[in-house]
């Protein structure tokens, strides 16, 4: 088993959609969780991070966490244009500050 | 205030030879990471610094890839004997002293020809 896995193939969602990526992770020992989105031929670009069970809301972004069940998710509320991008999933395993990183989930949102 | 920088953007080298790839962390930030990216594929992490500390070299695919920080700060990650499989995206990322969150830098694109 990899250590963090993103199976979602592409995901099309209309605009003012909400978009849902998963991900799981196989050491249970992990602490910290990120989403990072990376645009077509540019660096990722952390756009949250998360540390205890439940949910984190910033702006149009949540993620939730559940340590138990080993995943991590990202929703995207209200959809736009400029979310069109792929998200990478990492995850800190206990705290030595190596991020494993997912494949990444390609995000379209159709205007 | 700058960001992560690293040079070059691009390189183009022939099989065998030897790359240089340069990153500059943000100014203060103690952890350095170098990741490599292939094409549709996640990150690779391949070394981290941390400080004074000794690396965590645990990353490196082949004796052939090797890294150092001079002074704490500026890091190059040097590639030998390149080969058509070393080809992809070489993206630096530095952090503070807990070094959890990560901010990544342009990268430098590889290719082997």
């Known amino acids: 088993q990899k250590e963090v896995e993103q199976n979602s193939g592409p995901l099309s969602v209309p605009e003012g959609a909400i978009a849902s990526l998963n991900c799981t992770y196989s050491?249970?020992?992990?602490?910290?969780f990120f989403w990072y989105r990376q645009y077509s031929g540019k660096s990722p670009e952390l756009i949250m991070s998360?540390?205890?069970?439940g949910d984190k809301e910033d702006g149009r972004f949540t993620a939730q966490l559940n340590k138990a069940s080993q995943y991590v998710s990202l929703l995207i509320r209200d959809s736009q244009p400029s979310d069109s991008a792929t998200y990478l999933c990492?995850?800190?395993?206990?705290?030595?500050?190596?991020?494993?990183f997912g494949k990444g989930n390609q995000v379209v949102v159709i205007p | 205030g700058a960001g992560v920088s690293q040079s070059p953007s691009n390189k183009v080298t022939e099989k065998g030879k030897d790359v240089e790839l340069r990153c500059d962390p943000i100014?203060?930030?103690?952890?350095l990471y170098w990741y490599r990216q292939s094409l549709g594929q996640g990150l690779e992490f391949l070394i981290y610094f941390q400080g004074n500390s000794a690396p965590d070299k645990s990353g490196l695919p082949s004796d052939r890839f090797s890294a150092e920080r001079t002074g704490g700060s500026v890091s190059t990650l040097t590639i030998q004997r390149t080969q058509q499989e070393d080809s992809a995206v070489y993206l630096c990322?530095?952090?503070?002293?807990?070094?959890?969150?990560?901010?990544f830098g342009p990268g430098t694109r590889l290719l082997v020809l």
């Open positions: 990322a530095s952090g503070d002293n807990r070094g959890e969150t990560q901010y």
């Open positions: 998360i540390y205890s069970n």
């Open positions: 050491d249970r020992g992990s602490q910290s």
């Open positions: 100014s203060g930030h103690t952890a």
């Open positions: 990492a995850v800190n395993r206990d705290g030595n500050n190596r991020l494993a």
